[in-house]
């Protein structure tokens, strides 16, 4: 028998579509979710209509980018065992869709609809999926009771439950147990969650993988980028301190406790949101300051980066220019949660970020492996980074340690992928 809270949500859920409709014409944010989805369906089923019959179809969904990124190693190791698959991915998210639309492994990349019942027999029906793997969370339930009810075999990937999460809250337990138990295999992060899968939540067939982001990651770090390959002989000779996705919070304790360190440090930002305005207003903020800036956009042979901070206004360079790091502070750890952490650690240099980092495993990973230092303020950042600079050893056995935590998680690919290959075969 379903919980009381999912017998409710099932319930309420056909009224998402009146619902939205009533919001959108005042969210602008919700009207460009109803464009998007307009002519979903037929769109999704003219596509899979072109495509030959797959010997075994795999349908992954991630909430956005970085739930996708877990997937990537496994899709490359899929297509490289088994040419004839197909995979079709979904995203929830605008984000998400607009990044990778254009996967060029998936047959088919799609938004998700809204989890309606008629929303969720029709989408299943139409993927025909053999099996279907879910990244880490984005729990529909209508969807996932579709996907069940078509044969689809169901796979949840790099699963954690972390302290404080609501999976574990009282009123919720019966809920997500309702959903955990749809999945015939779970993959976790760490061996802790296992018996909570189990104990908690009655799931049977529960073991750890550990999370692909970091064959990811190391997979990524071996390609060449001539972006990144291109600035670092505008560094040679100078330590580089680089701020990945960094939010204005970040910046007002960065950038101060770097001044006093600016002699022997450059300064690289690299913003969360890298659109006009917000690059006007870093740069503002810099001028305000006396400190000289130049975007990446219009970098000539005139950068000092003795004198000058780079400030990175377009996508795609941030993990490689980790790799020209001697140090890295990772943004986000004021506001929501901590950002990708991984990503730096894989280059064997220091990690640094804000308070805020419960939702990241790997973060807490890194700071019980003394790769990674947490500052709540200015004065605690200048301090970290007067240690890195100023003591050699320190910071090469500090960087040691991340690369250390990284290398030795490798490996949950090939786990996953060894299952859902196993499984294809058997259709």
Known sequence: MASLALAAYRILSPLQPHLLRLLSSRKPRLKTFVAARSNLFEELESRLAALPEPSCRLWIHASSVGEFEQARTIIAELRAQMPEMDVVVSFFSDSGYETRKHYPDAAVVFYLPLDTPQNARKLASLIGADIFMLMRYDFWPNHLAAIKRSGARMILAAAALPAGSPYLKRGLRGF??????????????????????????????????????????????????????????????????VGGSVWEPDEAILIPAWLSLREK???????????????????????????????????????????????????????????????????????????????????????????????SPEASGLIEAGAATVVTGEPELRQALTALVEDAAHLKLTGEKAGNYVHARLGATGIIAKAIAEQCRKR
Do not use: W
């Not at 529960?206 to 064959?215: N, S």
């Not at 220019?321 to 730096?344: K, M, Q, R, S």
């Open 265 to 359: 440090l450059s300064l690289v930002l690299v913003p969360h949101k890298v659109d006009r305005p917000n690059i006007e207003r870093l740069l503002g903020d810099l001028r305000q300051q006396g400190i000289k800036a130049a975007t990446i956009s219009a970098l000539d042979e005139s950068f000092d980066p003795a004198t000058q901070v780079l400030v990175v206004d377009q996508t795609g360079y941030l993990a490689e220019l980790y790799a020209i790091a001697a140090i890295a502070y990772v943004g986000g750890g004021f506001g929501v949660n901590v950002h990708n952490t991984i990503e730096p650690a894989v280059h064997g240099i220091p990690v640094l970020f804000g308070p805020i980092y419960g939702n």
């Open 176 to 241: 997500y147990g309702d959903l955990f138990r749809l999945f015939d295999e779970i993959f976790t992060i760490d061996a802790k969650d296992i018996a909570t899968f189990r104990d908690q939540f009655g799931c049977a067939n529960v073991r750890q993988a550990g999370d692909p982001r970091f064959d990811q990651v190391v997979a990524r770090q071996k390609k060449s980028d001539e972006r990144a390959a291109r600035l670092k002989p505008l560094f040679r000779g100078r330590m580089v301190l």
